[in-house]
């Protein structure tokens, strides 16, 4: 089963407004990474935020993370009609290896 | 490898038959993962390598399904048997250390008749 539930499912907004989506987990994590993956293709690697951090930045992009709450949030500024697509959050539990992916969270930029 | 690459990008199978589905990770990377993605979902974990060893195989769903690493480096997954709930994107990804980002092929989409 999935570890980690994605809010909101679904998003539709403006092309040069904010999108926000929330990921939520249930155990303790070494690593959250967000990914994006458009149709009918793999995932492509967004962002990786560590257990010790609290924030990072990666251009257009902003993932925090708060570890007492077992959250994050990916914040995408600006957004362009590029950025349609979904996205997933992924993380690596302490002491394993594998990833456990989230629901996802399903964005759509109109133009 | 430029990429990690995955054949076939589509199976078409009937029920019943057999099909063995092959992934090429980034030269070099140690760790490899096998996931499946049902349409509109999440990808789900199946199974895990590190080098040749599969360290992790919780994710597989039933003994129809089995993976390989013989040297390390190419990984195959087969399913025996093949059943309509089996039909989905199986994505292979590979990672060249612990706690780093994760490389995706474009996956092998499996559909069962």
Redesign the interface.
Known sequence: SQQGEEDPQALSIQEGENATMNCSYKTSINNLQWYRQNSGRGLVHLILIRSNEREKHSGRLRVTLDTSKKSSSLLITASRAADTASYFCATEGSGTYKYIFGTGTRLKVLA | GAG?SQSPRYKVAKRGQDVALRCDPISGHV?L?W?QQALG?????LT?F?NEAQ??K??LPSDRFFAERPEGSVSTLKIQRTQQEDSAVY?C?SQGA??????????T?LSVL
């Open positions: 990690v760790s993962f996931y979902q999440g990808p789900e974990f895990y590190q360290l992790d919780s994710g994505l990804a612990a706690n780093e980002k994760l490389f995706f092929g474009s996956g989409q």
